[in-house]
């Protein structure tokens, strides 16, 4: 075995041990120092599609959905 295997192994264990909160955390620390910099244009559009969506949510022109509803269609058998 590769010594940054093995490194990556070892490290996968102690994360492992995390509380949950943490890995998660910790996950997000690691997606990040692996992506580019942020498009700014990707940025602003995704701000503006946020405000979009908010704005059609406040006036009452969208349904919202239960997350137990969510959650059952998402987990519902196969056809």
Same mark, same amino acid.
């Given at each position: 075995?590769? /010594? /940054?295997?093995?490194? =990556?192994?070892?490290?996968?264990?102690?994360?492992?041990?995390?509380?949950?909160? $943490?890995?998660?955390?910790?996950?997000?620390?690691?997606?990040?120092?692996?992506?580019? %910099?942020?498009? %700014?244009? =990707?940025? $602003?559009?995704?701000?503006?599609?946020?405000?979009?969506?908010?704005?059609?949510?406040?006036?009452?022109?969208?349904?919202?959905?239960?997350?137990?509803? =969510?959650?059952?269609?998402?987990?519902?058998?196969?056809?």
């Amino acid at each position: 075995m590769s /010594t /940054t295997k093995h490194a =990556v192994e070892e490290l996968y264990e102690r994360a492992s041990a995390l509380a949950p909160n $943490d890995r998660a955390e910790l996950a997000g620390l690691l997606l990040e120092s692996i992506e580019d %910099e942020p498009d %700014e244009d =990707v940025e $602003d559009a995704w701000a503006a599609e946020i405000e979009r969506r908010m704005a059609d949510y406040r006036a009452g022109h969208v349904r919202t959905i239960e997350w137990s509803e =969510v959650r059952a269609y998402l987990h519902r058998p196969s056809r």
